[in-house]
């Protein structure tokens, strides 16, 4: 199996982790009389522990003192018996709490890391490879939703350790693998505090990094309002098939071809440009899904599957540009800190869209709105030594 292929499937098991919970979401409801609330806090606190762990790792400098793949196994091994512990040891919300956030701390190692790790292999392509390897991301995303629709009838404590099982899978995959001939490591340096931040020095940097906190307002918040866009502009009903489960699997799964296709897109046109295109075109879903959502609802779901596409097309080709334009020995924790606080805003604008949801309907959109068009605004000197996309250099010139 090419390198760069069971890198990208390892990072598919390993962040099954991060979702096991939400697809035992209905029995967790039943079993241990859960509210709605309930399982949002057993997401956050994922969520909580995989900012906690990237900025250590980060901030350490460990990411680049050790090998990516040594860490990259130890987490989802780690990963793997915290999430045992969830399916058997948890008794409620508050024990399982947690081992959630310690499932969330583990993935530090594995998100980022794999990121590193394909990287190490084909720098040369590295939108290519980083499209691939966030795609399987977004299909993790989406699992649950598919999980729902099929109504699976073995016992959540089943599901959740297959995930563990995947876990283990992808740390002998990674294990047999090894680090690329381009990966750099500083065995034996002293731990610097806050190395990463030196890469924020780097205007290339600071351009890819704020554009992905733009786009990063946008993301999360927009996986976890679809299955409620969907229900609000009753779209299963009108289409007359499916069910909103389904319907929100295919809705974010789609953004898997999103990241593949502009990683290859990548190839020609180059990272930046791809960005901008899909933040121009997450963009305008945004902005027309409100206006659209009650009438024709073959247009209304074009609009949603469209933005599923787009939502996250850019996500890896900004960590490519990250990657470029940082030494290769800071790659690791210039990586986990852009994505410790990509994920920071994920847990502002996933409250506030959460809060304002049922008084905004469908209009609830709107808030994420500011998120691509401050991503283009941060690209702004980029796409233009680049050439950008016709309608990005209208709105930024």
């Given at each position: 199996m090419p390198p760069v292929?069971?890198?990208?499937?390892?990072?598919?098991?390993?962040?099954?982790?991060?979702?096991?919970?939400?697809?035992?979401?209905?029995d967790l409801l039943r079993v241990w009389h859960a509210t709605a609330a309930d399982i949002g806090l057993l997401t956050s606190a994922v969520q909580l522990g995989f900012i906690a762990g990237t900025l250590t790792l980060a901030l350490s400098g460990l990411a680049d003192r050790f090998r990516a793949s040594r860490i990259f196994c130890l987490s989802v091994l780690a990963g793997a018996l915290a999430n045992a512990g969830f399916a058997l040891l948890a008794h409620g919300v508050t024990q399982a709490l947690v081992w959630r956030f310690l499932v969330g701390?583990?993935?530090?190692?594995?998100?980022?890391?794999?990121?590193k790790l394909v990287v190490g292999w084909r720098p040369e392509h590295a939108g290519s490879a980083l499209g691939w390897l966030v795609g399987m991301l977004t299909l993790g995303t989406a699992l649950p939703h598919a999980v729902r629709s099929l109504?699976?009838?073995?016992?959540?404590?089943?599901?959740?350790?297959?995930?563990?099982?995947?876990?283990?899978?992808?740390?002998?995959m990674v294990l047999h693998v090894g680090d690329g001939?381009?990966?750099?490591?500083?065995?034996?340096?002293?731990?610097r505090l806050a190395k990463a931040l030196e890469?924020?020095?780097?205007?290339?940097?600071?351009?890819?990094?704020?554009?992905?906190?733009?786009?990063?307002?946008?993301?999360?918040?927009?996986?976890?309002?679809?299955?409620?866009?969907?229900?609000r502009s009753d779209l299963v009903a009108r289409l007359g098939f499916g069910d909103a489960p389904a319907l929100a699997f295919v809705v974010i799964g789609a953004g898997a071809l999103g990241c593949i296709g502009g990683g290859a897109l990548?190839?020609?046109?180059?990272?930046?440009?791809?960005?901008?295109?899909?933040?121009?075109?997450s963009a305008t879903c945004c902005l027309l899904f409100p206006w659209l959502a009650d009438g024709p609802a073959w247009l209304a779901c074009a609009v949603l599957l469209l933005?599923?596409?787009?939502?996250?097309?850019?996500s890896p080709q900004f960590s490519a540009m990250a990657v470029q334009a940082c030494r290769p020995d800071q790659t690791g924790s210039a990586l986990a800190l852009q994505t410790s606080l990509g994920f920071c805003i994920t847990m502002v604008s996933i409250a506030l869209t959460s809060r304002l949801v049922d008084g905004a309907g469908t209009a609830v959109a709107w808030m994420l709105l500011p998120g691509p068009l401050l991503g283009l605004l941060a690209l702004r000197s980029v796409l233009r030594r680049a050439g950008a996309p016709r309608i990005s250099r209208r709105l930024f010139s």
């Open positions: 292929l069971a890198i990208v499937l390892a990072q598919l098991f390993g962040v099954s982790l991060w979702f096991s919970a939400n697809s035992a979401a209905d701390l583990t993935l530090a190692g594995v998100y980022p890391m794999g990121m109504g699976a009838s073995l016992p959540w404590q089943s599901v959740v350790l297959g995930s563990s099982l995947l876990a283990l899978l992808a740390a002998a001939p381009h990966s750099a490591v500083r065995l034996g340096a002293p731990l890469a924020f020095q780097g205007r290339e940097f600071r351009a890819a990094a704020f554009g992905y906190f733009g786009h990063m307002w946008e993301l999360y918040a927009f996986w976890t309002l679809v299955p409620m866009l969907i229900r990548s190839r020609r046109l180059g990272s930046a440009r791809v960005a901008a295109l899909a933040l121009t075109g933005w599923g596409v787009t939502v996250v097309a850019d």
